[in-house]
């Protein structure tokens, strides 16, 4: 069974943002603008994603 992933791109510098919100993107995997992470789906995962949505965009 394969699991689902998603890919993060980060689409938003940091500067000016939240120190809580940067240590979100770098736990994301992503550390500069137009980098892409690829993560497993998970429940944790999204809420990540969800507490920074307006740095980062999913990626098909």
């Known amino acids: 069974m ?3 992933t ?3 791109q980060l689409v938003k510098g940091l500067i000016g943002t ?3 919100h940067r ?3 770098r ?3 992503l550390r ?3 980098s892409v ?8 995962v999204r809420g990540m994603i969800n507490k920074v ?3 980062v965009k999913v990626v098909a």
């Open 32 to 34: 500069r603008v137009n």
């Open 18 to 20: 939240r120190q809580d």
């Open 6 to 8: 998603l890919k993060v």
């Open 37 to 44: 992470a690829e993560l497993q789906d998970t429940p944790s």
């Open 53 to 55: 949505s307006y740095l």
């Open 27 to 29: 736990g994301l995997g």
């Open 2 to 4: 394969t699991t689902k």
């Open 23 to 25: 240590a979100t993107v």
